[in-house]
């Protein structure tokens, strides 16, 4: 049977949603309960005596134990797998829809208590497309049509709210030049992040006006007849190639990929993947009916999105609904220069003096030792090495260093208790650390403005980064600071 419509385009994009989920809960096996478990930074048994179902609609309302955490966790990684391998389609409508459905109320369990470390705008899109997801069918049926126009209505909010979030931000977006600076200060750059930060100033001008033109003119091609659809979803595919070869953005650029998928046609994809169909069939009256129902419900839901991408205050990456289902997207409206960074140090010695010795603490991702080369992380999201980016922009530099005008964040000041600890299940986070045999005495965290060495420098010295000392962001505490005890014992977190 000739591959027609979109049966292939749906087989094709199940499989690259699933391997999505499974990257997304091998993070949180792994993450998860160092984060907010039990005895984590932010413990979500604290957390959902303050939150309602309604507000944060999860499983973990009613059992929130590591032991529901690792159950859960893995039970996402196994039917992550069971739709890659393409079991969930082979069984019937009932099984897929099933097996959707299930992925989407997990990961929406994890992701409404995981707090900070959860509050990605890529968490809610792949939320969004999981839901949307069930709708496709088994292996048996064609989709609806209707379901293929639903994810290209969330690539073109991803893209397009992020084309306007630029417009109406930085000015370095109107003249051209930020991509001068995004390279070295993005949140975590990767192998060849400092190759292309000294790529000629021409291929970064070009780079931006590439940008606004796949942001913001292409978007509107993806409801456009064939192939006027599948061009715009190849320009959106080279355009986040682009991005994930020269930057760690988690899945955001992979799951953008995949969501470029229905913009093709089975016709269009035939040539490069091999699926034959059997005697397919169209959904059911039921299934279709409900299909129907949730595109005037998507419909319905899309005002706040679209009022947000028209208002001239547009935000980036929020929900409007506690199912994280038709939010607005948006990225980079502000592009940071210079890069500042939080180093964490401690020391062993009782008494601090001029002459203390620190050692630092090596994160898995985020800059740190100048010497060594950024890692490639993505589409793996390290959580905790995110925050640790977010951290100085609530810093202000003044003529005397480093101030804090919103104070520390609580994760913050629970993550540098656990360090005190020797905590094994924070460490686990970390790349380095160096009081492997018994916990340091004072911890504190230094401010460094972090630049890209030029080639002459990096010929020379062999090292990536240069760093000039800008403050103190956190004076050294011990776990018997009155201080660091009463904030601790105020969060009920101190034991």
């Given at each position: 049977m000739e591959i027609t419509g979109y049966w292939l385009t749906k087989i094709i994009f199940q499989r690259a949603l699933a391997l999505i989920y499974l990257i997304a809960f091998i993070a949180i096996v792994h993450q998860f309960k160092p984060l907010v478990g039990e005895k984590g930074i932010l413990p979500v048994p604290q957390f959902i005596q303050h939150i309602s179902f309604r507000n944060a609609p999860s499983i973990f309302q009613w059992i929130s134990t590591d032991v529901a955490f690792t159950i859960f966790g893995w039970l996402g990684v196994g039917l992550a797998l069971f739709a890659l391998l393409g079991f969930s389609e082979r069984f019937g409508t009932g099984v897929s829809v099933t097996t959707w459905l299930l992925l989407w109320i997990l990961y929406l369990s994890f992701t409404n208590v995981g707090q900070s470390f959860f509050a990605f705008g890529w968490e809610s899109m792949l939320l969004e497309a999981g839901f949307f997801a069930v709708f496709l069918g088994s292996v048996k049926t064609n989709p609806s049509f209707?379901?293929?126009?639903?994810?290209?209505?969330?690539?073109?909010?991803?893209?397009?709210?992020?084309?306007?979030?630029?417009?109406?931000?930085?000015?370095?977006?109107?003249?051209?030049?930020?991509?001068?600076?995004?390279?070295?200060?993005?949140?975590?750059?990767?192998?060849?992040?400092?190759?292309?930060?000294?790529?000629?100033?021409?291929?970064?001008?070009?780079?931006?006006?590439?940008?606004?033109?796949?942001?913001?003119?292409?978007?509107?091609?993806?409801?456009?007849?064939?192939?006027?659809?599948?061009?715009?979803?190849?320009?959106?595919l080279l355009f986040h190639g682009w991005l994930f070869i020269s930057g760690n953005f988690s899945w955001l650029g992979l799951l953008t990929m995949v969501l470029v998928i229905p913009t093709f046609s089975g016709a269009q994809l035939r040539a490069l993947f091999h699926f034959k169909p059997g005697l397919l069939s169209a959904p059911t009256p039921v299934f279709a009916y409900v299909i129907i129902l949730i595109t005037v419900i998507t419909a319905f839901l899309s005002y706040y999105p679209i009022r947000n991408m028209l208002s001239r205050r547009q935000v980036m990456n929020t929900s409007y609904n506690s199912l994280h289902l038709v939010g607005t997207y948006g990225a980079f409206g502000s592009i940071t220069r210079p890069r500042y960074e939080v180093i964490v140090e401690g020391t062993n010695e009782n008494v601090i003096s001029s002459e203390t010795t620190w050692h630092e603490y090596e994160f898995m991702g985020k800059p740190g030792d100048l010497k060594r080369t950024p890692p490639q992380i993505a589409p793996y999201h390290l959580r905790l090495d995110w925050l640790m980016w977010f951290l100085p922009f609530r810093a202000s530099i003044t003529s005397e260093g480093v101030s804090l005008p919103y104070g520390y964040d609580p994760w913050f000041i629970n993550f540098m208790a656990k360090l005190l600890k020797n905590d094994k299940a924070t460490l686990s986070l970390m790349r380095h650390n160096?009081?492997?045999?018994?916990?340091?005495?004072?911890?504190?965290?230094?401010?460094y403005k972090y630049r890209f060495t030029t080639?002459?420098?990096?010929?020379?010295?062999?090292?990536?980064?240069?760093?000039?000392?800008?403050?103190?962001?956190?004076?050294?505490?011990?776990?018997?600071?009155?201080?660091?005890?009463?904030?601790?014992?105020?969060?009920?977190?101190?034991?």
């Open positions: 209707l379901v293929i126009l639903l994810f290209r209505w969330l690539l073109f909010r991803t893209m397009f709210g992020a084309g306007l979030i630029k417009l109406r931000g930085d000015e370095c977006w109107r003249d051209f030049t930020c991509l001068f600076y995004h390279y070295e200060t993005q949140p975590m750059p990767n192998p060849l992040s400092w190759y292309f930060h000294w790529l000629p100033k021409w291929i970064h001008q070009f780079g931006v006006g590439f940008n606004h033109f796949v942001e913001l003119i292409v978007p509107f091609f993806y409801f456009a007849p064939q192939p006027f659809a599948a061009i715009a979803g190849g320009l959106t160096p009081f492997s045999d018994q916990p340091p005495h004072y911890i504190r965290a230094l401010f080639p002459r420098e990096k010929k020379k010295t062999g090292a990536i980064w240069d760093r000039e000392r800008i403050g103190v962001y956190l004076p050294p505490v011990s776990l018997d600071d009155p201080a660091l005890r009463k904030i601790l014992k105020a969060q009920g977190w101190y034991k």
